[in-house]
């Protein structure tokens, strides 16, 4: 037999001269054990995944009214563990969920988040179809029509939960940065942007370590506080506990997120 053919196995060749079955008889236990266990592993991780797909669409099929603020929080957390360890489960993808969602949406998240393209929530937050409300902008600032978007999910989606995602080396808190300090023209409407992000930029220009980095966690808690404090609808749902808007910040080189 051929030591160097990678296509020759022991099994085979055995059984080419007619000693397959002596050979299965008198194989040590040890070397299928190692088998059984990843099987095991891979069918119990599989039944994970399932469940765990199968609970939220049943929780979802009911409206995100069964859902509490920190139940919501908790979906998305576990979500993105899932999203760093390359483990997703890719929920709600499925044809069958997308005819169900065709005549109404239950969300149990909202996020306003960066218009950035590596930023997208569904992904990082390993979630799917009609699962996250997301409003996205340069910088992740609050504006008129993403506040009512974001009124719009919680008066008449029921959504119990708000998250403002920034991210790590932010291009919009970066531009602003630089056009403060140059005090040159901004061009176009950017100057919208570079007006509403740089409160958090003159906020934490006297801060130790690295300014951009800085001014992307003030301007998530910044604008979360903004949008609890937001009358008339936003700041009753949270006085009333159905509400919950946190703030956080998306790590671009580990995939991780963290709350401010």
């Given at each position: 037999m051929c030591?160097?053919?990678?296509?020759?196995?022991?099994?085979s060749?055995?059984?080419?001269?007619?000693?397959?079955?002596?050979?299965?008889t008198i194989a040590p236990?040890?070397l299928?054990?190692?088998h059984?266990?990843e099987h095991?592993?891979?069918t119990?991780?599989?039944?994970?995944?399932?469940?765990?797909?199968?609970?939220?669409?049943?929780?979802?099929?009911?409206?995100?009214?069964?859902v509490?603020?920190?139940?919501?929080l908790?979906r998305l957390l576990?979500?993105n563990k899932?999203?760093?360890?390359?483990?997703r489960?890719?929920?709600?993808e499925?044809?069958?969920?997308?005819?169900?969602l065709?005549?109404?949406?239950?969300?149990?998240a909202?996020?306003l988040?960066?218009?950035?393209s590596r930023?997208?929530?569904?992904?990082?937050?390993?979630h799917?179809l009609g699962d996250?409300?997301t409003?996205?902008?340069?910088g992740n600032i609050?504006e008129?029509a993403?506040?009512?978007?974001m009124e719009?999910a919680?008066?008449h989606?029921?959504v119990?939960?708000?998250v403002?995602?920034?991210h790590?080396?932010?291009?919009?808190?970066k531009?602003?940065i630089?056009?403060?300090?140059?005090?040159g023209d901004?061009p176009?409407?950017?100057g919208?942007?570079v007006?509403?992000?740089?409160?958090?930029?003159?906020g934490?220009?006297?801060?130790p370590?690295?300014?951009?980095?800085?001014a992307v966690?003030?301007?998530?808690?910044?604008?979360?506080?903004?949008l609890?404090n937001?009358d008339?609808i936003?700041?009753e749902?949270?006085k009333?506990?159905?509400?919950?808007?946190?703030?956080m910040?998306?790590?671009?080189?580990?995939?991780?997120?963290e709350?401010?």
């Amino acid at each position: 037999m051929c030591e160097s053919c990678p296509s020759t196995s022991r099994r085979s060749f055995l059984k080419t001269m007619g000693l397959g079955a002596l050979a299965v008889t008198i194989a040590p236990r040890s070397l299928f054990a190692g088998h059984g266990e990843e099987h095991k592993a891979a069918t119990a991780t599989k039944a994970t995944a399932t469940h765990a797909t199968e609970s939220h669409a049943t929780k979802a099929s009911h409206g995100s009214a069964n859902v509490t603020p920190d139940e919501a929080l908790t979906r998305l957390l576990e979500g993105n563990k899932r999203f760093v360890a390359n483990r997703r489960f890719h929920p709600n993808e499925s044809f069958e969920q997308r005819a169900k969602l065709a005549t109404g949406q239950w969300p149990f998240a909202a996020v306003l988040g960066c218009a950035d393209s590596r930023v997208p929530p569904e992904i990082l937050f390993d979630h799917g179809l009609g699962d996250i409300f997301t409003v996205r902008v340069a910088g992740n600032i609050v504006e008129d029509a993403g506040s009512g978007s974001m009124e719009y999910a919680i008066e008449h989606l029921g959504v119990p939960l708000i998250v403002v995602l920034g991210h790590e080396r932010c291009g919009a808190i970066k531009a602003t940065i630089e056009a403060l300090e140059s005090q040159g023209d901004v061009p176009g409407h950017i100057g919208a942007l570079v007006k509403k992000l740089k409160p958090a930029v003159e906020g934490t220009k006297s801060q130790p370590g690295d300014k951009v980095d800085n001014a992307v966690r003030d301007n998530a808690k910044r604008m979360a506080a903004e949008l609890a404090n937001m009358d008339p609808i936003l700041k009753e749902k949270v006085k009333e506990g159905k509400l919950k808007v946190v703030a956080m910040r998306y790590d671009l080189d580990t995939g991780s997120v963290e709350l401010l």
